[in-house]
Nanobody, 126 residues
Framework: QVQVVESGGGSVQSGGSLRLSCAAS????????MAWFRQGPGKEREGVAA???????KYADSVKGRFTISQDNAKNTLYLQMNNLKPEDTGVYYC????????????????????WGQGTQVTVSS
């Protein structure tokens, strides 16, 4: 059974940094694509950043230049380094994975991902 568990959320002031981690287990090979999504108060879930086994990385325009997604395949762990955080980054952050390739334009589409974590709260105060 595949499990995906996020950690690293918390509360920071505007301009601060946080690093999220996502540990995946229950399978013997690396998932093809992994991504971070978030859902802010009263908002729909949105894609934040995605990475695949070909090294392609995709970011939402709102986080480009501030967030960095990376993965450690040996540890089956996904990371999201978030710098210069803004109040609008507040929300629950979810890690997701899929075993199978995705076209570029689908990398940040939540309906393409099969395995999801429970989410971790990120709160940025002004």
């Amino acid at each position: 059974q595949v499990q995906v568990v996020e950690s690293g959320g918390g509360s920071v002031q505007s301009g601060g940094s946080l690093r999220l981690s996502c540990a995946a287990s229950g399978y013997t090979y690396t998932s093809d694509c992994m991504a971070w999504f978030r859902q802010g108060p009263g908002k729909e879930r949105e894609g934040v950043a995605a990475i695949d086994n070909n090294g392609r990385v995709k970011y939402a325009d709102s986080v480009k230049g501030r967030f960095t997604i990376s993965q450690d395949n040996a540890k089956n762990t996904l990371y999201l380094q978030m710098n210069n955080l803004k109040p609008e980054d507040t929300g629950v952050y979810y890690c997701a994975a899929i075993f199978g390739p995705l076209e570029w334009w689908y990398l940040l589409h939540s309906d393409q991902y099969e395995y999801w974590g429970q989410g971790t709260q990120v709160t940025v105060s002004s």
